[in-house]
Structure formats: structure tokens, C-alpha cells
T-cell receptor, first 115, second 115 residues
Framework: DAGVIQSPRHEVTEMGQEVTLRCKPI?????LFWYRQTMMRGLELLIY????????DSGMPEDRFSAKMPNASFSTLKIQPSEPRDSAVYFC?????????????FGPGTRLLVL | KQEVTQIPAALSVPEGENLVLNCSFT??????LQWFRQDHGKGLTSLLL?????REQTSGRLNASLDKSSGRSTLYIAASQPGDSATYLC??????????????FGKGTKLSVIP
């Protein structure tokens, strides 16, 4: 299995631009998670999908952030407009059906720098 | 709100030493606790998962313990090797909003094993 796939791996953009991060979960996994990692705040959950439906988006920082999961094999996290404080590493993770017993498998992350 | 603390933030040991990493959490109502490894610039890899009903888990040179009532976990690494150099993150899974399960992460301990 290829594992969780994220693209791009690195993104440099200017303040005000739209940024779209992409994730392909592991086949057969029905839960998908978007996290943000910074030195100051560590790893924070942004949003969580179960069977393509957003379950908990309480971690999404503000309306500039949006996430979609149009099908079981693809999700996007969009930032519009981007700001320098959005610079971070964004991780996507997926897990199998089974709820609280299952571990999450993480992708390699997208390193975002907003100038 | 669950808070996870890892001490120390960084640790440097000579090769061959046994070492212990510490994790504490504020809310003992957890389903499980996981230890992850993160190599520089990479994603997270799950090392050990301890269910709330368990006291410890072992994998090779790694042993993780859980004392749920006191809100503590330790990760013991025996006979450390330079390849063990990485950041180790502790995460607890608890009930979040809308009946979902959420992982709350510590900020990690950066381990350096000196040859």
C-alpha cells in the first residue's frame, strides 16, 4: 500500500493567494483527518471526516479555511486568502473503520510558507 | 479540555543507554494512548498503542506503560541506537464533539543518540 499521499510536499506562496492542499487516504479507510503542526502550538486537529462527511470542524481556525471530501479517495484543504501566520506543516491522516480502537496513519505532510 | 505535556522537550544520550520519555495528560477519560515517532521533515509513524484497559505494550526495544488514573505514560527505549534519533510524540484519544474521537498530542521530545 502506498500509504497516505499528500500533495504538494512544499508550497511557497504570497499573502492573499489561495492555497489548496490535497490528500489521498489509504484505500479502505473511512476516516480522514487534517492536522496543522507549528513549533509554538504543536500538532492540532483541524477537521475530521467520517465516510466523507465532516464530523468535527471545531479546530478550523477561521472562515479562511475550508475542507472538502467529495469521495472516499480524495480530500482538499483550502486557505483563501492565505496569511503569513498560516505557515506550518499540514498533515493528513486516515484510519480504518473501528472508531476509537484504530490508529491513524499519517501522510508525509505539506510544508506551507506564506510570505 | 485535554492537555498533554511531554518532558523533557529535548534529550541527548550516548549510544547504548536505556532511556525513558515521559508524557502526562490532564483528563483521565481516555480510550487509548499512542506513542508516535517523527523523523525530521517527515510524517508520524505509530510505535505503540495502549488501550485504556491495558497497563503496557512492548515492541522490540520499546516498552510503553500507562497509568490512566494518574494521567501518566512512559516510553522506555532499551539499548539506544543512533537510528532512534527522532522526535517522539505522545497522543491520547478521547471523546470530542458530536460523538467523534479526537487525538490530542503533546509537543514531543526530541531525542538525539550520540554514536
Amino acid at each position: 500500500d502506498a500509504g497516505v499521499i499528500q500533495s504538494p510536499r512544499h508550497e511557497v506562496t504570497e499573502m492573499g493567494q489561495e492555497v489548496t492542499l490535497r490528500c489521498k487516504p489509504i484505500s479502505g479507510h473511512n476516516s480522514l483527518f487534517w492536522y496543522r503542526q507549528t513549533m509554538m502550538r504543536g500538532l492540532e486537529l483541524l477537521i475530521y471526516f467520517n465516510n466523507n462527511v465532516p464530523i468535527d470542524d471545531s479546530g478550523m481556525p477561521e472562515d479562511r479555511f475550508s475542507a472538502k471530501m467529495p469521495n472516499a479517495s480524495f480530500s482538499t484543504l483550502k486557505i483563501q486568502p492565505s496569511e503569513p501566520r498560516d505557515s506550518a506543516v499540514y498533515f493528513c491522516a486516515s484510519s480504518r473503520p473501528g472508531g476509537r480502537q484504530e490508529t491513524q496513519y499519517f501522510g508525509p505532510g505539506t510544508r506551507l510558507l506564506v510570505l | 479540555k485535554q492537555e498533554v505535556t511531554q518532558i523533557p522537550a529535548a534529550l541527548s544520550v550516548p549510544e547504548g543507554e536505556n532511556l525513558v520519555l515521559n508524557c502526562s495528560f490532564t483528563d483521565s477519560a481516555i480510550y487509548n494512548l499512542q506513542w508516535f515517532r517523527q523523523d525530521h521533515g517527515k510524517g508520524l509513524t505509530s510505535l505503540l498503542l495502549i488501550q485504556s484497559s491495558q497497563r503496557e505494550q512492548t515492541s522490540g526495544r520499546l516498552n510503553a506503560s500507562l497509568d490512566k488514573s494518574s494521567g501518566r505514560s512512559t516510553l522506555y527505549i532499551a539499548a539506544s541506537q543512533p537510528g532512534d534519533s527522532a522526535t517522539y510524540l505522545c497522543a491520547v484519544k478521547g471523546l470530542a464533539g458530536a460523538g467523534s474521537y479526537q487525538l490530542t498530542f503533546g509537543k514531543g521530545t526530541k531525542l538525539s543518540v550520540i554514536p
